[in-house]
């Protein structure tokens, strides 16, 4: 279907890793009515810098305010807002939920008519932590909401901008001379690169799905380990790569959390990365149009040279 590029999109959560990306995509297929919404100050003045031309409110939709008098007009929510990694369950839930609760009712107040929801792979995974609890909460609000919706479960995502994960994983590797790879390392992965999921996202405006939940997986199964090797390759990283005891790392990560309020790595996304999940691969690339990446390719286009490498999103 053509794309109605004078849709008013409302997203919410617009300065994280897929939001930042996100917009980048959007205009490129020629959307320019769009309003960002994030509360994060430091990421949500990169935005405004990289884009002046599309409205951007600094605020925490977990809270009444403003934001959601702009949100009137509005044609499509693109729900982005998540909490990934925290401590305690207090931001979970409130980002996670009552924020998801809030956008929900706004957008009731406001009419609008349709949702992208960005869920995630975890709903469907053996782990029990508060990113994925809760995570399975949004996804049920959502679905009833009463509004027509489309859910898409991306898994590990990288790209431009990715400030946790492998983002930060990058950065690291760059500051020390040695990276410490927590036991064999052979944990499988599926990562998707986030310029393929907001393509993805693209297609959704246009073919808009009614009600239907789709699993975004990365089409490569790739062991932890040679992600980090494949990284390194794409840095010229000169980085011994360690191989240490899984509960040393375990320790290491609960020392490093007493020291840092906002870990980029805490121990409950260690106990999910060596979780052995292996999530459902769709032929995403034929229900949507949309090209998929080779991993080694997206590798290097993140972390080799570009226009947005160096650019890096506060925690």
């Known amino acids: 279907m053509t794309p109605d590029t004078q849709l008013k999109l409302i997203v919410p959560g617009a300065a994280g890793l897929v939001g ?53 007009g509005g044609d499509v929510v693109i729900m982005l807002q998540a909490q990934i990694g925290a ?14 609760r809030l956008m929900l009712d706004t957008a009731k107040q406001e009419a609008i008519p349709y949702i992208v929801h960005i869920s995630s792979s975890v709903v469907e995974s053996v782990a029990d932590d508060n990113y994925t609890n809760t995570k399975k909460s949004q996804e049920e609000m959502v679905k009833h909401s009463g509004i027509e919706h489309c859910i898409l479960r991306p898994t590990l995502m990288f790209g431009w901008f990715d400030r946790k994960h492998l983002g930060w994983l990058s950065r690291f590797m760059q500051k020390v001379p040695v990276f410490p790879i927590p036991g ?35 089409l490569e199964q790739v062991d932890y380990v040679d992600i980090i090797k494949s990284i390194k390759r794409a840095l ?13 790392f375990w320790l290491l990560l609960k020392i490093y959390a007493v020291f840092d309020s906002d870990p980029p790595f805490t121990a409950e996304q260690l106990k999910a990365l060596v979780a052995r999940d292996e999530f459902e691969v769709i032929p995403w690339g034929d229900i949507f149009g949309v090209t998929p990446t080779p991993f080694a390719r997206a590798i290097e286009q993140t972390y080799g040279d570009n226009q947005y490498s160096h650019i890096i999103l506060k925690f």
């Open 87 to 100: 401590k305690s369950s207090a931001p979970f839930i409130r980002n996670n939920i009552e924020s998801t």
């Open 20 to 72: 930042q990306n996100l917009i980048i995509a959007l205009k490129a297929k020629g959307y320019k009515n769009i309003l960002a919404i994030d509360k994060h100050p430091e990421n949500t003045q990169i935005l405004r810098q990289l884009h002046p031309d599309i409205e951007i409110i600094e605020a925490d939709i977990s809270y009444p305010g403003e934001w959601q008098k702009a949100c009137a």
């Open 184 to 218: 064999h390392g052979r944990y499988m992965r599926q990562p998707l690169y986030v310029q393929d999921f907001c393509n993805i996202i693209v297609a959704c405006l246009a073919n808009k799905p009614a009600n239907e939940v789709f699993n975004i997986t990365g």
């Open 236 to 248: 010229r990283s000169k980085t011994l790569i360690l191989h240490i005891p899984y509960f040393l």
